[in-house]
């Protein structure tokens, strides 16, 4: 069994993180860590998990943590994990971080986006978490920056079509829709139940920071600098993103014949289902599951195609693409303890 | 007093017309009617009702019922309203209709998009009743065509850009968002509560029928066709449209030199609220009233201006907005009873 | 034009209060406060309030406040109330304070339940503001303790049996279920959107705070003193409460005999329907109304009455009882500014 | 590997059934069917199952079912399900029924609550699938009535108190609150989303068809008839149930004493978790699993006992119960397929 440690475990991500891992076979979680919550067992603070776990929250420093886990999952806001990885990696640890602070490659776009960065000298070693996209530089490394719920569903969403030059890449518009548990578990007006239930808005126009990693990615899959339109909104959903993106296309491209590209892009692929013609996917398909469903659909009268994708933000875009990640770092079947169906109704 | 009456009023749009009615101190309710609700107490068929109107559905036929009403609201399916629209004007009566066969102006569309128009002699004569573009033409029509509940927020969202030649109307792209009202009262296994709620879809791409309406009226307005990528999504929540739409700058406008435009386009309309810089529409911020909430922001990164427009698909979509256009046609206070304040939370 | 004024107006009660009296005809808010949101324009805080209202929120004192309103509603938390309310009265100010500060005449049952209270000379004087029970008190007083939500739901459903000795009060269960808005709109996790969205809970076991105020007003109405089990759970909608009540009958009344009971006492009253036979009621039927809808069964296996009653509790609960003593205070109509049906859906 | 098969797939009960199957090691699903559904891809209908089914609804009679498989689900509405079961049986097939048609061991019951029933030989037969009450039962039979989802609920939480004799059986009242997807997936007006959404009801009054089911097992449990009152209620979740239980104490046991009966009658049972003092279930933190919630409070004012339980209505209340019951019949772990955690949020 291999040894794992949660580190911030009292979030969102946190609870679904151990929620996966323990249905996982050849892992076990033997620390989880909090600060706010150290002392208290952790079926007290989740319900959900007790009977499951037999674990208390800690507070232990992250170099003592190094001794007794093999690989470590950072579920810590941005900032604060950068003043982590650098002793648990000096530790002898492998570190998943969920947060943003290593999934730019460029110290000058997350000091323009973010803060300075305190470690810019690991950006370069840090691997973008996207298995399908990264997957044999994730095996090797020891250091993998987790990707955003939103880049994932748009990586996913507009890779085939960016590598096969099908769209102009200046056109692209992604409108992406959340459910409120990417907002985080801290008590705020804002994410209060009355505020966000029977409510739908936009927000963080037009510089969310989820941006640049989008761009990042996009850039690199079409072998040059692309700049987007990105709108996030806030869905009265628990889970949930829900990335609908526009592009004009380059040729006369038909809708059989882009599905095609997809199905062939994806073939293999244990996470990514393209959708039937005329099918468009739903999150409430994806609740729970690593699954990114994506469908198509093709505008004559304007030449644009228009993709969606969805995933569970917490799984696909969190603490499923970390387990994903997870296994292929410890050698691992890639599904291993990610082949859950979602949870519908 | 006018009497007014209510043909197919067992729907969602009915019951908010009969809700919006009642608060109206120089309106009468004196019929409405439902061929299969016919003979049940209005308050037994939609209790939040009962106490306020003493009446019960009838099965009457249009000319008969032009005999006891001045005006008639028409709430029945498209197809069906052609077929009632003809007999209840040679009556002497004048008509707003809340279906969509006389919002077309062009008979060709219609057959395009929906089925060949039974009476096209009467889409030339219909007024498209959208009061801050057509006022005056309301007022002097005897056939109102109450305006969908997306082309209402987009044609309020764009039409200071496009009169003022802002935008390229070439890069419109529409991104729309609605609650589950809008999908009608009819049983669906598809709009049951368990499929809807905790879900979030895009649907009906890439040709939903409000197309060719929202281009008629920003082809009025910009003065030339104008073509449009139209996405509706369903949104699990009640009532609330949320439009997001995106065009490329033809000039460098800024955010302030754009909400001044706003604010001067919609100066002493009762019902648009142009909001302060940085703040964004929330559907949950008009529910139940008859505003449209509008918010802009600039990329500079990319040239593109977003508006967002926030309205109750129910009312400023629907039952308002026929209210509305009623006050102007019986030359009464354009925003009586329609004043009411959001209900929030 | 009533001058009034509301301290505390930026909860969920005070800005239900300010959207029922902007529809009042004959009441003028000339004032809202707030220690926290001074100086921030109304609408800015409450966006559904934009264009209704031309107010500042101000941190006035109460005495200054006293010479500009000739009535004063406070929505401020409990124990704040009893540090305002003499000095408002001492100025002038007639007062509808919507805390549990003066609901309970006794003080050693609010200290009991509460802390010690500070103006216990007050609470006889005090008239609970229930009019269906209360009704000339309430006319002539300078305080009017309003209900709180849940007592209000149970008095109404519980009174007639009492009144008329048909149930044994010692067997009395009340089980009640709240939307989340009664919960305030201070930022805590327990109700955030994540936390409260697809869930459902009892709370406050075995002791909820509205219990002494629940059974000093059966106690009234049944003249002698009643104890009851109440339970109070937490719904996932924004407004509403549901109180589904249980009781033994003393002889064997039949459904339609209760019925006619429940007709009779509450006929004439604006704001009380009771449901015909087989119907019960729903909380999305009264949603943003003052009405309090009542059904019944009768159980004869048992031999138990099971009376449900829905409110919405912002307005029959809250601020809409609050208009209806202030219409009664100030010799108005009862039922001014709160004769809207219900926002169904 | 075991082969089994799902009559009547197409229902919430029946994709709840394949979810948790696909995570069973042991066992394999070789056969889906529904009339209606018949020639479709199970992905195709329910997409959160694409990927990880490679199956087709058929149309198959039971006959030929039962030489493919060692053991079939009825998941099919009551009435339709007696139709089947004999003809199951006689070609060797063994069967969980999720029906009630095998609840009730009385005919004349059956025919009292629901209709006359065609096969009541087979009522004695029949096991009742609780296998926290009648383990042992269940490994040896071929036929499981699997037990309805309140009643599964209102059994774990009262069989405690009855077998002990700590509460009067004349004075419990339950009142329960469910989930939406216990009303089906029938198309109805009754449960569109706008109809539920935002509301709150009780329903069923006063003879609700899971009293005698209620009766029977706590009668059972008691060594004596039982009769309670019983009101289900609709709440805004797909998924849950909570009921809470009243009861007066016969004697003055405290809440510390309580818990511990209950700890030590449910220890060892894998599904049961009886929380600390002060803390009440939530069904949120039992979605999606079959863990069976309980908390418990004492009311010293009025002697009662309150328990309070939590199960997801899908799982423990039927699939997950079905398959608990699956394993013991099979001989194979009770747990296997069945530990994933509660999704929350």
Redesign the interface.
């Known amino acids: 069994m291999h040894k794992v440690a949660v580190i911030g475990a009292s979030g ?1 991500t946190g ?1 679904e993180l ?2 996966l891992l ?2 996982h076979p050849q892992v076990t979680v033997i620390c989880v860590t909090s600060r706010q919550q150290a002392g208290q067992a952790l079926g ?1 603070v ?7 776990y037999d674990l208390t929250f800690e507070a232990v420093e992250p170099a003592a943590l190094a001794e007794r886990a093999e690989l470590v999952f950072l579920a810590v806001p941005h900032q604060a994990a950068m003043g982590m990885v650098p002793e648990l990696l000096a530790a002898g640890c492998r570190v998943i971080d969920l947060s943003a602070d290593y999934r730019l490659r460029d110290a000058a776009v997350y000091a323009e986006w973010y803060e300075p960065h305190e470690t810019p000298e690991l950006l370069t070693e840090a691997v973008y978490g996207l298995p399908e996209l990264y997957r044999e530089q994730v095996r090797g490394t020891r250091l993998v920056a987790n990707p955003g719920c939103y880049p994932t569903s748009v990586a996913l969403a507009l890779t085939p079509l960016l590598r096969n030059q099908l769209i102009d890449p200046a056109t692209i ?1 992604v ?1 992406s ?1 959340s ?3 990417g907002a985080g ?5 804002d ?13 963080g ?3 969310h920071r989820h941006t640049p990693e989008i761009e990042q990615t996009l850039s690199d899959v079409a072998g040059r600098p692309v ?3 990105f ?1 996030p ?1 806030l ?6 993103i ?1 990335s ?1 993106c ?1 592009a004009s296309l380059t040729g006369v491209s038909s809708l059989p014949e882009l599905l095609n590209i997809y199905r062939q892009a994806y073939a293999g692929e244990p996470f990514v ?1 393209i ?2 013609e005329g ?11 690593n ?1 990114c ?1 994506i ?1 198509l ?6 030449r ?1 195609v ?1 993709v ?1 994708a ?1 995933i569970d933000n917490l799984v696909k875009g969190a603490a499923g693409q970390a387990l994903q990640n997870m296994n292929l770092m410890l050698g691992l079947k890639e599904s291993e303890g990610l ?7």
Request: hydrophobic share 40%.
């Open positions: 969102y609870v151990l929620r323990a249905g007290e989740f319900p959900s998990l007790a009977g499951i518009i409108d829709k459910g409120t548990s578990r801290a008590a705020k007006v994410t209060l139940y009355c505020e966000v239930n029977e409510g739908f808005k936009a927000y126009l037009p510089r700049t987007i339109s709108t909104h869905v009265p959903v628990n889970r949930g829900l609908t526009y289902r959708l039937p099918r468009l996917p739903n999150v409430s398909q994806v609740r729970g599951s699954f469903d469908g659909a093709v505008d004559p009268r304007t644009r228009i969606v969805a082949r859950g169906a979602a949870l519908f109704p």
